[in-house]
């Protein structure tokens, strides 16, 4: 494992709210840690976590399936790389969300076995978990995004970012934007926020989420994602203060197919 290599801004809009916990990994993996230990530590110093483990991918006995074991073990298997060092953040950031989607993965696990094919639940829950996001924003902002209107998204209705707000989930997009590049796109749960109660933290955000999933308001196998080219977001990226930022037609794609109103928008609904 090379830590050098390892050079995280924690400054960058999409870790910023990370940066605590992460400074404190990333320190204890830079001082001889492996990034499970660093994880359990962190975990144990902050008081997260309560019954779970990270542990050593060796400890993941041969023939069973990933998901299975974190469920009946609740034990993390975790490598010494960038990805699972990300993965680990975000169990720290929306544990309860992370324990909702894992459980669904093993429950499905149990139904259909382990193949060839995950199914369609098991493909939308790793899409979300590697990755996804969760994006509050104006009605308009929704509407926009669905339809791919990139310049009334991103350029017409700019102002009504400062009202909109982009969680990222997947932690193999978090390893992704280390070194950002402007084709990196994420699949988003939009929400909008006209009638939704205030979400101002991250805590906030898991605990409506994984409500949402508990409840099946979230209908993830139907895969409610939207397509965002994310560094596009306002402030996220100082190239996109040019506007020609997004006349990049190979990024700012044109939709493949009509969308309707409420494809792929979950409706607003209080905190749970």
């Known amino acids: 494992m090379v830590v050098e290599d390892w050079c ?19 320190a204890l993996v830079q001082q001889g840690a492996s990034v499970a230990q660093a994880l359990q530590s962190t975990a144990r110093s902050h008081g997260l ?17 990933y998901e299975s074991f974190i469920r009946d073990r609740h034990c993390i298997p975790t490598r010494d790389n960038l990805h699972d060092f990300f993965n680990g953040l975000i169990w720290l950031h929306w544990p309860r969300l ?3 989607l894992n459980a669904l993965q093993a429950a499905e696990i149990e139904r259909q076995g382990v193949g060839a094919q995950r199914g369609r639940l098991r493909d939308a829950i790793t899409v979300l978990d590697e990755n996804g996001g969760l994006l509050l924003a104006p009605q308009a902002l929704c509407d926009a995004l669905r339809q791919r209107r990139w310049q009334e998204l991103f350029v017409q209705r700019r102002e009504l970012w400062l009202q909109a707000s ?5 932690h193999a997009l978090l390893e992704k934007l280390v070194r950002p590049r402007k084709p990196i796109t994420a699949h988003a749960i939009c929400v909008p926020v006209e009638g939704l109660d205030a979400i101002a933290s991250l805590a ?3 605990r409506w989420l994984s409500a949402r999933l508990d409840s099946g308001a979230c209908n993830l196998a139907g895969k409610p994602y939207l397509p965002i080219p994310i560094l596009g977001i306002p402030g996220w990226w100082q190239e996109n203060q040019n506007f020609s930022f997004y006349d990049d037609s190979l ?12 494809q792929q928008v979950l409706p607003a609904q209080g905190l749970a």
């Open 251 to 262: 990024v700012f794609r044109a939709p493949s197919t009509p969308q309707t109103a409420q």
């Open 166 to 170: 982009f969680w990222p989930i997947g």
């Open 49 to 65: 976590l309560a019954g779970w483990q990270f542990v050593d991918q060796q400890l993941l006995p041969a023939g069973q399936a």
């Open 8 to 26: 995280i801004d924690w400054q960058a809009p999409w870790l910023a709210h990370m940066q605590a916990l992460g400074r404190q990994v990333q």
């Open 204 to 206: 906030e955000a898991d």
């Open 98 to 100: 992370k324990q909702g």
